[in-house]
């Protein structure tokens, strides 16, 4: 990797992450992670909005030497404002696999096309829905 295709800045890539949309999680990220999570649909609007459940996915960066890498996982939003790794219903899969992809095609937009660094899954990752997104 030549010097210009370097990592930039915590700063500069909280920057950028934060312009992609509601998706960046600061107060959870560091130099190291990088957090990210979307709260896709909601499991009941006829709760309070402060109880209210989600299905989502939570997606976090790791810095590598040429890039990053990534890793995901689908799962519940409690009302309690914690995550915890689920299968989505079928009725719920479509938007949050929807958000999931709008997410990832503009993430490569900004770490391979405006950074020219590799983006690359996780050897160990579960989940495979973004291999569409990816083609």
Request: charged share 25%; with cysteine.
């Amino acid at each position: 990797m030549t010097a210009e295709n370097e990592c930039p800045a915590y700063g500069r890539l909280t920057m950028k992450f934060t312009a992609i949309g509601p998706y960046f999680r600061q107060q959870e990220s560091s130099e190291s992670s990088y957090f990210f999570d979307c709260l896709s649909s909601c499991i009941s609007a006829k709760k309070e909005p402060d109880v209210r459940e989600f299905w989502g996915w939570c997606f976090t960066l790791t810095p590598t030497k040429k890039g990053f890498e990534y890793r995901y996982y689908f799962g519940r939003y409690d009302a309690q404002g914690k995550w915890h790794r689920d299968k989505v219903p079928a009725k719920h899969s479509e938007a949050v696999l929807h958000t999931l992809n709008d997410f990832y095609i503009k993430l490569v937009s900004v770490i391979e096309e405006e950074f020219e660094l590799t983006l690359t899954e996780a050897k160990d990752l579960d989940e495979v829905a973004l291999s569409a997104a990816a083609a």
